[in-house]
């Protein structure tokens, strides 16, 4: 059987879920692979066959199978979660799936933690320990490129039992396009909102991948980077409603300081 794979990938924002919900309501599939953890994967199936969103949710922070802080990880998942019993109404024969990495997903909420606490020391004392940044960011790094090779190892072992399946995943649509197509799966990707400019903490993170491949990178910049990042909280999050207001403003606003450190070509994303 000839297997074919749409992957449809977006940027971390709220807005851009909602988007992606929209999508997914239009598109016709036999499997629906999300980005979920895969301890997720029951909850997520008896909440698309019509179970109500609060008790399933009330269920799933019961057990502890999404990461704390709870509010800041539905902020994200809500509108797809809530897509989810329209989209199997429509097709009552679709396959849904988590792919998420449960040991990434558990090291993910600890390094958010981390950087947290190394966000608000810098913050308050005004100093930043470069040593400290590098170590939880490379580590950080590294595993998010191994989980991704098993993420997509498990897509393609399960999407060739079917002639069409869809994956929603965040701006790692290419690599996972990449890894996917070398299992002989025919595989698609489209983008949605972009271009997009990139929070100082997600270039940051993109500039350290130079670190893994073994080139150097400067702890000058790599404090300049964390100094961008640091006024990103202090003068829009903190200072919003929301992480897409804070976003959307900074683009408006603030952007032009990582601009003029990285050039435009490194902090945006045009897929």
């Known amino acids: 059987m000839s297997s074919e794979i749409f992957i449809l990938a977006f ?5 851009s879920y909602v988007k992606a919900a929209q999508t997914l309501k239009k598109k016709s599939c036999e499997a629906l692979f999300l980005m979920f953890s895969r301890w997720l994967e029951e909850p997520v199936r008896v909440l698309a066959e019509g179970l109500p969103y609060k008790y399933v949710m009330d269920e799933v922070k019961k057990q502890k199978l999404i990461p704390e802080p709870v509010g ?8 797809i979660l809530k897509t989810l019993s329209q989209i199997k109404q429509q097709n009552p ?57 098993d993420e997509a190892e498990f897509i393609a072992s399960v999407a060739d039992n079917y002639k069409k399946s869809l ?14 197509a070398e299992k002989k799966i025919n595989t698609k990707l489209e983008y949605l909102d972009v271009p997009y400019k990139f929070t100082p903490l997600e270039t940051l993170k993109n500039e350290l991948l130079n670190e893994l491949e073994g080139e150097p990178y ?20 903190l200072l919003s409603n929301n992480p897409d207001d804070a976003y959307f ?4 606003t603030g952007a032009k300081q990582l601009e003029n450190i990285l050039g435009k070509q490194k902090m945006v994303f045009t897929g």
């Open 167 to 180: 994956c929603i995943c965040e701006l790692s649509g290419k690599s996972f396009k990449e890894k996917i």
């Open 218 to 237: 400067p702890d000058e910049k790599i404090e300049e980077l964390i100094r961008c990042h640091l006024n990103y909280i202090k003068k829009y999050l």
């Open 249 to 252: 403003k900074w683009v408006a």
């Open 11 to 15: 940027p971390k924002l709220r807005s």
């Open 93 to 149: 024969n679709l396959d849904i799936y988590c792919y998420g990495n449960p040991s990434y997903e558990s090291f993910s909420n600890e390094t958010a933690f981390k950087l947290v606490t190394l966000t608000f020391r810098a913050l308050a004392i005004g100093k930043i320990s470069v040593k400290e940044w590098k170590k939880v960011l490379l580590e950080e790094l590294k595993l998010s490129l191994e989980s991704l090779e």
């Open 72 to 79: 800041a990880w539905e902020y994200y998942a809500e509108p």
